[in-house]
């Protein structure tokens, strides 16, 4: 069973950093897409940072500049570099994957709390 297991959560003040991992695992897969995804409250999820088939990294417009998206495909990992740190950055951040047979994965979710 394919597992993607978050790390790195936490509470934070304003202009700090926070670094979040994920790792894949549980299955044989070829994995196309990884990315971070969060949903604030009250809001609908949106991509945060995402890479395909490790040739192009997407980010937000709100997080450009800011946060730094890395992936490691021999290990099945990714990883956000969160610096600068907001309050509306506050949500619960999910891991996500998508393989090469359309299938797509989320992670439990952590919470980033920015305060001010």
């Known amino acids: 069973q394919v597992q993607l297991v978050e790390s790195g959560g936490g509470l934070v003040q304003v202009g700090g950093s926070l670094r979040l991992s994920c790792a894949a695992s549980g299955g044989t897969f070829r994995i196309k897409t990884m990315g971070w995804h969060r949903q604030a409250p009250g809001k609908e999820r949106e991509l945060v940072a995402g890479?395909?088939?490790?040739?192009?990294?997407k980010y937000a417009d709100s997080v450009k500049g800011r946060f730094t998206f890395s992936r490691d495909n021999a290990k099945n990992t990714v990883s956000l570099q969160m610096n600068s740190l907001k309050p509306e950055d506050t949500a619960v951040y999910y891991c996500s994957m998508v393989t090469y047979l359309g299938t797509r994965y989320w992670g439990q979710g952590t919470q980033v709390t920015v305060s001010s």
């Open positions: 890479n395909r088939s490790d040739v192009t990294t």
